[in-house]
């Protein structure tokens, strides 16, 4: 079975500190994946897609990077964290045509 | 820039009843649109998807698709309190397969 594992759940993170936020794909070899955000309520914004190791194109800048160290890892960072930073990330994949979303990372910038 | 535009922003219906949701493309390049249901703390989970005109059911889902308007809805009949979530629309365009563009979503509420 194919499933999609993030991390952490949760985090309250200080303004100017730097954020790690992980995504783990279980039973597929090679998948698309993606990082979308979320405010609270809102609607889904990309951030970035890879298609392969090593390999990762930015959608939209929002002071985030992305990388993706082995197939089946993506990692989202950024070294400073700013307010506007907070919401929900979630880490995407592609089975046939359609995209299946992790539970998502909440994360809280005060 | 392709956009997806959802109405209403806030739906409710009566326990039993049926919920009619909306979602138009800007752009007419498109590949498929997708319904994604989201409950409250948790990751969207897909519906269905849909590209030939014409209508797909799915249970109590039955999407709608018109190309030549651009224009899909979602229709969910006895409705329960458990289908209360925020519903999407998303569109994957031609010109790049790699990007999925959401709507802002609807907020359906079934009340009991």
């Known amino acids: 079975a194919q499933t999609i594992h993030q991390w952490p759940v949760a985090e309250i993170k200080a303004v100017g500190s730097p954020l790690s936020l992980g995504c783990t794909i279980k039973?597929?070899?090679?998948?698309?994946l993606y990082w979308y955000w979320q405010a609270t309520g809102g609607t889904l914004q990309q951030l970035f897609y890879?298609?392969?190791?090593?390999?990762v194109e930015s959608v939209v800048q929002l002071n985030l990077s992305a990388s993706r160290p082995k197939d089946d890892q993506f990692i989202l960072s950024t070294e400073k964290l700013l307010l506007s930073h907070s919401g929900f990330y979630l880490c995407?994949?592609?089975?046939?045509?359609?995209?299946?979303f992790g539970e998502g990372s909440r994360l809280i910038v005060v | 820039q392709q956009k997806v535009q959802q109405s209403p922003e806030s739906l409710s219906v009566p326990e039993g009843g049926m919920a009619s949701l909306n979602c138009t493309s800007s752009?007419?390049?498109?590949?498929y649109f997708w319904w994604y249901r989201q409950h409250s703390g948790e990751g969207p989970k897909a519906l269905m998807?849909?590209?030939?005109?014409g209508d797909k059911k799915e249970g109590r889902f039955t999407a709608h698709l018109n190309k030549a308007s651009l224009h899909v809805s979602l229709h969910i009949r006895d409705s329960q309190p458990s289908d209360s979530a925020l519903y999407f629309c998303?569109?994957?365009?031609?010109?790049?397969?790699?990007?999925?563009?959401f709507g802002k979503g609807t907020h359906l509420h079934v009340l009991p």
């Open positions: 995407a994949w592609v089975v046939g045509n359609t995209l299946y």
């Open positions: 039973g597929k070899s090679s998948p698309n």
């Open positions: 890879s298609i392969t190791v090593g390999q």
């Open positions: 752009d007419r390049n498109f590949q």
């Open positions: 998807s849909i590209f030939s005109d």
């Open positions: 998303a569109v994957r365009p031609d010109t790049n397969a790699y990007k999925v563009i």
